[in-house]
T-cell receptor, first 116, second 109 residues
Framework: GAVVSQHPSRVICKSGTSVKIECRSLDFQATTMFWYRQFPKQSLMLMATSNEGSKATYEQGVEKDKFLINHASLTLSTLTVTSAHPEDSSFYIC????????????FGQGTRLTVV | GQNIDQPTEMTATEGAIVQINCTYQTSGFNGLFWYQQHAGEAPTFLSYNVLDGLEEKGRFSSFLSRSKGYSYLLLKELQMKDSASYLCAVMDSNYQLIWGAGTKLIIKP
């Protein structure tokens, strides 16, 4: 299957700093990538849908100025958590869909963010 | 509203069979996915159903009834490594994935 690489897998940062998470499709072009966050023992929650070359579409309740998404190329999308706070500590996962709209989504490995 | 229901937790014995149910109410339907997620890891794809019936893939099978808004994931010959959360997700009319909360499956020797 297609490979999505997410980096870093774990990051610890100080409150008030910014953290960038990268999501790369290694062997295919992803016109659309999705960013999720997952709190312990909870379901995946879609944060935003990222389309190459255009602004991301954010879900209701997600602060677009806090969670900056850039999808500059067909193989790379980034999520920047700006001015991180302890409540932003979570598991962030990206996924990419190949081709048709209802094909399976491939997930990155996820990033465990801890803000201290 | 849109809703996906699946049991929170199930326990089964190594070597046995377990069925994880999923019921859904969504605005439109463009397929149902099952994912496996081990603790601390991202989900991995297991199956996709868009037509009614049973899809078999090795030890795992997935069933769909669109008229009943119902699916199940059947795991046979359970192994300890099958201990994980199993996520049911439905793609709605806008091609957005609606996720269930996941079923934590505990396998006992």
């Amino acid at each position: 299957g297609a490979v999505v690489s997410q980096h870093p897998s774990r990051v610890i940062c100080k409150s008030g700093t910014s953290v960038k998470i990268e999501c790369r499709s290694l062997d295919f072009q992803a016109t659309t990538m999705f960013w999720y966050r997952q709190f312990p023992k909870q379901s995946l929650m879609l944060m935003a849908t990222s389309n190459e070359g255009s602004k991301a579409t954010y879900e209701q309740g997600v602060e677009k100025d806090k969670f900056l998404i850039n999808h500059a190329s067909l193989t790379l999308s980034t999520l920047t958590v700006t001015s991180a706070h302890p409540e932003d500590s979570s598991f962030y996962i990206c996924s990419a869909r190949v081709g048709d709209l209802n094909t399976e989504a491939f997930f990155g490995q996820g990033t465990r963010l801890t803000v201290v | 509203g849109q809703n996906i229901d699946q049991p929170t937790e199930m326990t089964a014995t190594e070597g046995a069979i377990v069925q994880i149910n999923c019921t859904y109410q969504t605005s439109g339907f463009n397929g149902l996915f099952w994912y496996q997620q081990h603790a601390g890891e991202a989900p991995t794809f297991l199956s996709y159903n868009v037509l009614d019936g049973l899809e078999e893939k090795g030890r795992f099978s997935s069933f769909l009834s669109r008229s009943k808004g119902y699916s199940y994931l059947l795991l046979k010959e359970l192994q300890m490594k099958d201990s994980a959360s199993y996520l049911c997700a439905v793609m709605d009319s806008n091609y957005q994935l609606i996720w269930g909360a996941g079923t934590k499956l505990i396998i006992k020797p």
